[in-house]
Structures are given as C-alpha cells and as structure tokens.
C-alpha cells in the first residue's frame, strides 16, 4: 500500500518551504472553479498551474534578476565626489599675510578591480550562477515530482473507487443476511457468538470504507495542489494510462538531481582557478579633478593610483582559501557519487517492486478464482439444500471480499512502482514520454467478471450457472524488461563526466524519420552525447522547401530539447569559403533562420580549396563576418590547429570580435599525449577564447589519426584523459568525429 500520509506531507512540505508568504497566498487568492476529473490525461495537462511549480519558477526568476545584478556590479565601476570648503591659508610660504577663499571642487573616474578583489567579484558571480542552476534544477525535478505524485494520486483514487464499491456492495448484505441470521438463531441451528461472529465483518467493512473514502480525500488534495485547480471526482474514473517502457532503459546522468549536481562539480572547478590572491585586494583608479576657487581662476587635474591591502596574517602563509575551494569541489564530487549511487539503488528498487507486485497479483488472482468457484458451488448448494449452507457461504463471502480488497492494493502497489519506474526512465517528464499503452488492462470482460461483486447476495442467483465458471483468459499481468543491467552509468559509458560532449552528424535522415528517431535521440543520451551539429545535404535541404518536412525538423528540434539534447546547424561545404559560392551560404542561412537551432557551425575547411593555405584564415574570417550579418543565431566555427598554434596578437583579437561561441579545434591523433600538448599551447595562445576539442573515430583516414582502430574502451580512457588534463585549464567541450562512425564502433 501507498503510505499517502508520507506522500501528502511530502508535497506540502515543499509547497510551504518555498514561499513563507503561501499562506497569504493562498488565502488572499480568487476562489478556483471546479472542475469534473475523470482521467488522469485532465490531471497531466493542467500541471503547469501547480502551486509549487509557480513558486519554484517565481524563485528562478529572482535568482536570474540577482545573476544579473551581480553580472552589471562587477568590473569597472564610475565614482564622482563633490566637495565645497572655506580655506584661510597664507599667501607666500614665508608670509603672515592670509587669504581666505571658498573651493569648489569635482573628482570623478574609474576604478577597475585588480588581483584578489576582481577574482572575488568572479566568485560572487559564479556563486550566483550556481543559485539560478539550484533553482532551474529543482524546478524541473519539482515538475517531475509533481507528475509522479499526481499519478500516484490518481492510481489511488482509481483503486479506491474500486474498493469502494466492493465494500458498499459487501454492505448491501447486511441487512438480508442479519434477518437470515436472526432467524436461525432463534430456531436454535445458530450460537449467538456464531451470529455475532458473522456479523462482525461487515462492520470491518464499515470501517474500511471510511478508510477508503480519507485516502480519496488525501489523493484528491494532492491533485488539487499540484494542478491549482479543484477537482470534483467521476462516479467512475478511467484506468491511468502509463507510458511505454518496453525496451527502456535508466541513464542516471538523465535525471535533474544529477545533472544538478554534475553542472556544480564543473561549476566547483571553475572557482578553484578563481581562489588565488583573494587576500591581496587591489585596484586601479583612474581620475580626474575640477575646481573652482572663490574669488580665483578654475583648474583642472589627472591622475592614476594603484591600491593594493593584504592582511599582515596572511602575508607568505599558505592560502587558505584554495584549501576551502578544494574541499568545495572534493566533497561536490563525492555527492555526486552518492546521488549516483542512490539513483541507481531506486530504480532497482522501483523496477523489482513492480516485479513483485505483478507476480504477487497473478498469485491473487488465482487465488480469487478459487473462492469465485467457491463462492459460485455454494450458491447451487444453498438453492437446493438451504442450512448450514448459509454459514459456510458467509464465510466464503468473507474469504472472497478480503481477496478482492488485497488484489486491488496490489495493483495499487504495482503502479505506483511503474510511475517510479517511468519517472526515472522520462526524467523530462511529459514532452519526452512515449505513446501511452494500458498496463492492467481493467476492461478485460473475464477480469471484470470476476470482480463483479454482485454475486455477494445470496439471494441473487444471476449470476451463478451449473457449469464452472471460465476464468481462463484472464490478462496476466507482466512488468517490461526496462533491464537492470542496461541501467547507463556515468561511470561506465559516458565519454566524459565534467565536459560537454557533442558529435558530427553528417545523416540527418534518421533524426527527420519518426521511427528511427527516438532509438537516435536515446542513444546519445546513453553514450552521455548531449550536443549534435546536424547537417543537410543539398537533396534534404530542398526536401525543406516542403511543409510536411519542415514540421518533421521542428519537432525534432521540441523534442531533443525536451530530451535535454542541444542541436545545433553544421554548415560544412568548403566551396562556400570562395566568393563565387558565398551568396549560396548566405541564402541557406536565411532560410534556415526560421528553425529553432541553437547555432550555427561553420566546418569550412581552406585546404580543401586553396591550393595555397597561406590566405585561408582571412578567407575564413571573411566568410564568418558575412554569416554573422544574416543570422542573430550564435556562431561556433571547426578549424584545423595550425591557424591556432602560431596565433599572432592581433588574428586572436580579431577572433574574440567576432563573439564566437565554440572554436573547435579538429586535432586528430589517437596519441592522447600529443593531444594534450598540442592544446595547452592553443589554450595558451588563444586567451579569452572558447576553445573546444574534436576528435576523431572515422574509417576512412590515417590509422594514427583517428581512434576507429582502437577498442571503443580505449578511445573513452584517451578522452577522459585529456579531459582530466585540460578542463581545468580552460578545454569548453569535446566533439566526436563523426556519430556515423562512432555508433559503428560503440
């Protein structure tokens, strides 16, 4: 059985943890309508109103207004000081003579933080990143949390109801069966306890009922707050309807709770480069003066001042401050084993209780059976030979209405462990969920008469035949092999746990099509992929032109953002680097505007069209300032090492300029090492750019240049190697060249 007690306080717990003034809220707020409930499908579509979830987003919303407000506070900042004063002051350095003047003067500037004192304004401003990820966070797991209650919620009522009538109609005896009672008592074929025994149960059922009837009322008061709305309940509700998870797996680094913690271990990493010098505060202040003195002249002044202050405790002491950023990042780390392992021990908890419970309901289905046809040869009996036939139906009665109220908490038991289950598998709740299919299938005509409880009265032969009753097409009830040993570790599958990891996508063909492409959407996600740069070939691109082709891409596009899949748009044909064919790409750019892609990357190679590679770069230059002029999208760009590694001063200015929100460096080598070496100059030369590695896995180049030789194993230790080497330092992502290959090879 649900322990709601737990479920409801739960709920109200995080409703009232959220917003001391709920209360005020709530009481101050219009009266809400009512509304009829009879599927959960009613429930589902009215989550977004949820009191906690408006309160959750209310609270993101204040976390990113103090983001921002921690963004425009640091840097330079302006400072102004006007003074007016009487001076009486002598007027020669050896004469008694005084003169006395008023001055009104006017010093204003710029400060601009330096050592410790910008490092701490980073902090503060990483700090405050990390609130807004704790809010954007806990809102999604708030919405998941608020969809498994809600369903756990709506299966109780269902079950409820069902028990309900069975108890009412268990009830409906009472009366015949106390005269039937009272009757053989007095004719002395009944001992008073016996007649008292008998009609004990059916105050148990009285009880039970009032039991069944608060459970409603809890479920209902958790639909209520979860939805905002106020629900009136059906006289008969239909059967919840769960999502596919046939075939289905559990990928931990999927769910809020972890990515949560994943986004603050990177956050943790960042920081600790910041905790250096945060005891040497400094700044440099560049001023101006304005004076005016009364009577006199007007004058004018300038200067620039360097402010440095350290504690005298501090001075040549190790710096404590990188020891706390270390513990910080030590014990993020370890929480985020922990979550690890707590989510993977639920969903195995989850997945083997809904094993249990449906195997345990077959058993009591079964066992119902028997009682059924207990029940039914009973009946004959009483019709023909009434007397102690009577007891012996009572008892079964009993037998059979306590079966009946175990089998439906069962099933109870059963579909809160598959919500569970479904939680974990669709962590993005709704928008990522698989067509709906019916998991008890109550409309089964035998299941239906089987819990026809009708046949309690023993004075109604309806429903009773001579011949046994066929009970043989029954539905049994089976849990979907989700697998626990397919459960997707980020340990063991994920080829980095700290970096973002995108891939190449030169067929766009299986994402467009809708049956290949939920098993493509799942297995990045598997393989902890969390960006892709699709690509178009000129057949795709015209098939674009079409309406039905054009809905295809935008609900890829909904649906990998539900799926926390970011999709950007590759660009990748070299010829568009020459002025003949730019007019091309710029048109193409255009008219891909329309989609809702997060980028645009540009994999325009030079070699592959110049003869002479020496004017690529500014050729390449050239190309992305055009692009930039079209599109309000972001631009990332793939380029070869050798324009990065002897970059001059002013190709890195001019690159920064250009905003670029990845620079994907195509360093191909399966020699981690070289990879590692070579970046960290490119790290080096490029400050202040976004700097992003691909590596390769493709069949068809040098075997030294790419990893498609070496076992898929050796190819994630090579990468988390190099992440282990270079996130520190600046590494923003790691890009796999190509998906094609890399599924392939996996």
């Not at 917003?19 to 409930?37: D, E, F, I, Q």
């Not at 609130?131 to 919405?143: E, G």
């Not at 028997?370 to 009483?382: Q, S, Y």
């Not at 899949?565 to 990748?572: I, R």
Request: proline letters at 3%.
């Amino acid at each position: 059985m649900v322990k709601w007690h737990k479920l409801i306080s739960t709920v109200v717990a995080v409703v009232f943890a959220m917003s001391g003034n709920l209360v005020m809220t709530v009481a101050t707020a219009a009266p809400v309508a009512t509304v009829k409930l009879s599927s959960l499908q009613q429930i589902e579509e009215k989550l977004d109103n949820g009191l906690a979830l408006s309160i959750a987003m209310a609270n993101l919303s204040n976390d990113e207004a103090k983001l921002v407000l921690a963004q425009q506070r640091s840097g330079a900042k302006l400072f102004g000081t006007i003074t007016y004063g009487a001076n009486n002051e002598p007027l020669t350095d050896t004469s008694t003579q005084m003169h006395s003047y008023n001055k009104l003067s006017f010093t204003g500037g710029l400060v601009l933080p330096l050592l410790g004192s910008k490092n701490k304004e980073k902090i503060d401003i990483m700090q405050s990143e990390n609130t807004v990820f704790n809010s954007q966070y806990f809102a999604k797991l708030v919405n998941l949390n608020n969809l498994v209650a809600v369903r756990k919620a709506y299966a109780s009522l269902w079950i409820e109801q069902q028990k309900e009538k069975l108890a009412k109609q268990f009830l409906s005896t009472e009366v015949a069966t106390g005269k039937l009672l009272e009757e053989r008592q007095k004719q002395g074929l009944l001992l008073p306890v016996d007649k008292l025994e008998f009609l004990t149960i059916y105050e148990e059922v009285k009880r039970d009922l009032v039991a069944m009837q608060l459970k409603q009322s809890q479920a209902l008061q958790i639909i209520n707050l979860a939805t905002g709305c106020q629900w009136q309940v059906a006289e008969t509700l239909e059967e919840p309807k769960l999502p596919l998870l046939t075939g289905k797996t559990f990928a931990v680094d999927n769910y809020p709770e972890f990515q949560l913690q994943a986004k603050l271990v990177e956050q943790y990493q960042k920081m600790l480069k910041q905790y250096k010098q945060l005891n040497t505060e400094g700044n440099l202040v560049i001023g101006g003066t304005v004076s005016k003195d009364y009577p006199g002249a007007s004058g004018t002044g300038a200067y620039i001042a360097i402010n440095v202050t350290e504690p005298f405790g501090t001075i040549g002491k190790k710096d404590q401050n990188k020891i706390i950023a270390e513990n910080q990042l030590l014990s993020a780390k370890m929480q985020q084993d922990y979550i690890e392992m707590t989510l993977n021990g639920r969903v195995r908890e989850a997945i083997l209780t809904a094993k249990f419970a449906a195997m345990d309901v077959n058993s009591k289905i079964a066992r119902l059976t028997v009682l059924a046809e207990d029940i039914r040869e009973k009946k004959l009996r009483h019709k023909v030979l009434p007397g102690d036939t009577f007891e012996q139906f009572q008892n079964s009665k009993s037998q059979y209405y306590r079966m009946a109220t175990d089998l439906l908490n069962r099933e109870e038991t059963f579909l809160a462990a598959a919500i569970d289950v479904v939680s974990f598998v669709y962590p993005n709740g709704l928008s990522s969920e698989a067509d709906e299919s019916y998991i008890l299938n109550s409309s089964n005509v035998n299941r239906g008469n089987l819990l026809n409880f009708a046949w309690l009265d023993i004075n109604d032969f309806k429903l009773v035949t001579e011949n046994p009753l066929d009970f043989s097409n029954l539905p049994k009830l089976t849990f979907p092999e989700v697998g626990i040993n397919n459960i997707v570790s980020s340990n063991n599958k994920n080829i980095s746990n700290n970096l973002k990891v995108g891939t190449y996508v030169w067929q766009a063909a299986p994402f467009l099509n809708s049956i290949s492409q939920g098993a493509e959407i799942a297995r990045l996600q598997q393989n902890g992929i969390k960006k892709i740069l699709l690509s178009f070939n000129k057949d795709e691109i015209k098939q674009l032109q079409a309406a039905p082709v054009q809905q295809k891409l935008k609900d890829l596009l909904k649906k990998a953002e539900a799926n926390g899949l970011e999709v950007g748009l590759l660009l990748g044909d070299s010829a568009w680097l020459l002025p003949e064919h730019q007019a091309e790409l710029i048109d193409l750019t255009k008219e891909m505007e329309k989609f809702d892609f997060k980028e645009i990357h540009l994999d325009i190679e030079p070699d592959a069209v110049l003869a002479n590679n020496e004017n690529g770069f500014n050729l390449l230059l050239d190309v992305i300032e055009k692009v930039r002029s079209v599109t309000k999208k972001e631009l990332s760009i793939s380029i070869h090492p050798r324009y990065l590694t002897n970059l001059s001063e002013k190709d890195r200015m001019t690159l920064q300029k250009l905003n670029l929100k990845e620079i994907v460096v195509m360093l191909y080598s399966n020699n981690a090492q070289t990879v590692i070496t070579t970046m960290k100059n490119i790290i080096d030369k490029t400050n202040g750019l976004n700097i992003a590695l691909a590596q390769s896995v493709e069949q068809n180049i040098n075997q030294g240049e790419a990893y498609s030789s070496l076992d898929h194993t050796d190819f994630i230790n090579a990468v988390q190697k190099i992440e282990q080497e270079l996130n520190h330092i600046g590494l923003k992502a790691i890009y796999i060249q190509s998906w094609e290959d890399y599924k392939r090879g996996d």
